[in-house]
């Protein structure tokens, strides 16, 4: 037996922790199934997704004895990049933690974020720290109007950010945000928004999914097109030397996602996910190893899994609602994956993926999957 071969036999059986346990921590779990894993969670919430597919401990992130248990396992990750990083340094200290606390310090601060991505020559939006309305007055005469005011941290699907047009605008958003520090961005008049999920392995091998294009709602992520139409070798090189650079530079170990603006030619970077990523839904059937499995395979130090489109695909999230099942699975090639949470107006719920063997067969299946989700 060889060194690869016995590593892959040493890991069957292997127990992960995960902080957070949500839908994402649920579709970790159903992968790891497959690769012969148990998993455990750490989660506040007794009613977490993930419940479903491992044990899940109720607790606090920063109880002592709940990390104390989970340190106990093979290796730590997380699924949500809101977890304190004092949890994961303290995880970190006693065992592998991947990806580790460096990446998630980076993530969970809009302007560490952007300064990063500077630093790196990765092209973002004219941007400024704000901590007053001084400040902010200030910042909006270098950036111009129209801009973006956002909460340095805990903002995601459109929650904890306003589009400014005017100064009444500034006014009336800094009233509501201005009790946390914010960061001025200037508004990108993007043609349309693109993500690249990228799997880096403890040996440093990466491995790049093609650039999906995305539609938003609200805020809300509603569909993903897989891969992207349209799109240029040079482009998807440009993607996967941006994501390359973050990898590298973060020392990092698993799935990160990278959220970016196409104007024209160039890429403008908005914001990385360090874990697996409601973009990446997609490839659960749509590629030839899904996200959640090279996240993975990525910390457990085994070899990457290959990570081209089968098929033009695309991922529709359920949101506020259940759909009609039996006409959603009628359709040719569409899958439904459930989360199991309550339905809320707002919140995802579970997503449908389809495939097709060309863009106008999608697109047929698409525009029907999108009139039963209507209702």
């Not at 933690?97 to 991505?117: I, M, N, W, Y």
């Not at 609200?218 to 992207?228: D, E, N, Q």
């Not at 459930?338 to 047929?364: C, F, M, N, Q, S």
Request: net charge negative.
């Amino acid at each position: 037996m060889n060194d690869r071969e016995a590593n892959a036999s040493s890991v069957l059986g292997a127990r992960i922790g995960v902080l957070g346990a949500g839908q994402l921590g649920r579709m970790l779990g159903l992968a790891g199934r497959a690769l012969g894993l148990e998993l455990t969670f750490l989660d506040p919430s007794p009613d977490s997704p993930a419940r479903a597919v491992g044990e899940l401990l109720v607790n606090d992130y920063t109880d002592a004895a709940a990390l104390s248990r989970l340190s106990a396992a093979r290796v730590v990750t997380f699924e949500f990049e809101n977890v304190p990083v004092a949890a994961v340094k303290t995880l970190e200290a006693s065992g592998q933690v991947f990806p580790g606390s460096r990446a998630l310090e980076v993530a969970q601060d809009r302007l560490h974020e952007k300064t990063c991505f500077r630093a790196l020559g990765i092209a973002t939006p004219v941007f400024e720290a704000v901590d007053s309305w001084p400040e902010l007055v200030a910042a909006l005469g270098r950036v111009g109007l129209p801009a973006v005011l956002k909460t340095r941290r805990f903002g995601y699907d459109g929650k904890g950010q306003a589009v400014l047009r005017s100064q009444d605008d500034a006014q009336a958003a800094f009233e509501r945000l201005g009790g946390a520090p914010l960061i001025l961005e200037a508004f990108v008049p993007f043609e349309r928004e693109l993500s690249i999920i990228a799997v880096r392995s403890r040996a440093g091998e990466v491995a790049c999914y093609p650039l999906v294009q995305n539609h938003h709602e609200a805020g809300i992520l509603r569909k993903t097109l897989a891969p992207a139409p349209s799109v240029s070798d040079e482009l998807q090189r440009s993607a996967s030397q941006h994501i390359e650079k973050l990898l590298a530079h973060l020392d990092y170990v698993g799935v990160l996602a990278l959220e970016l603006f196409q104007v024209g030619d160039q890429l403008i970077a908005n914001e990385i996910a360090p874990r697996v990523h409601n973009t990446g839904h997609w490839t659960i059937e749509g590629a030839r190893t899904s996200q959640f499995e090279n996240h993975l395979r990525a910390i457990l130090g085994l070899p990457l899994g290959a990570t081209d489109a089968l098929s033009p695909c695309a991922m529709l999230n359920l949101i506020g609602d259940a759909p009609d099942a039996s006409a959603v699975l009628s359709v040719a090639d569409a899958h439904l994956h459930w989360y199991g949470k309550a339905p809320r107006a707002g919140r995802k719920v579970g997503h449908i993926t389809v495939r097709a063997p060309d863009a106008e067969a999608l697109a047929t299946r698409v525009a029907e999957l999108e009139r039963i989700v209507a209702g």
